[in-house]
């Protein structure tokens, strides 16, 4: 089973009734760094990781530190220094009336347990 942010309330206690409702593992993919760090909390702190994977969106120290352990399997980081130079040059573009793209896009780095030390070092 897939389960995404959008599915279920991201409480703790709603995401271990979720993992409990389910005989095979399930992935948990958060959206938002708050539903990856419950989801992280909630497998770790009742020894789920056999019932349930992780993967989600969060740049904290912690949620680097899920991964290090093996908690989390997978963030995806964006690159906020690019986020911001281009949102940036759109609203220059807007102010002086340029036409401006639909879609603006930024790379995005996936961190596991066999890179994650090189972005731990970065994240205190």
């Known amino acids: ?4 942010t959008s599915d279920i309330p991201s409480g703790i206690r709603d995401i271990l009734d979720l993992i409990d409702t389910y005989h095979t593992p399930v992935y948990l993919v958060g959206f938002t760094p708050g539903y990856t760090l419950n989801a992280a909390y909630a497998v770790s702190s009742v020894q789920q990781s056999d019932k349930a994977r992780v ?6 120290a912690e949620a680097l530190q899920y991964v290090a352990d093996g908690t989390i ?6 690159d906020n220094y690019d986020l911001g130079k281009k ?4 609203m220059e573009q807007l102010l002086t009336e340029q036409p401006v793209p639909d879609v603006s896009q930024i790379d995005v780095q ?12 970065t994240a205190s």
């Open 73 to 78: 399997q997978a963030l995806f980081v964006q």
């Open 1 to 4: 089973e897939l389960i995404t």
């Open 87 to 90: 949102a940036v040059g759109i």
């Open 110 to 121: 996936l961190v596991t347990r066999e890179n994650v030390s090189d972005f731990l070092e």
């Open 55 to 60: 993967v989600g969106l969060a740049e904290t």
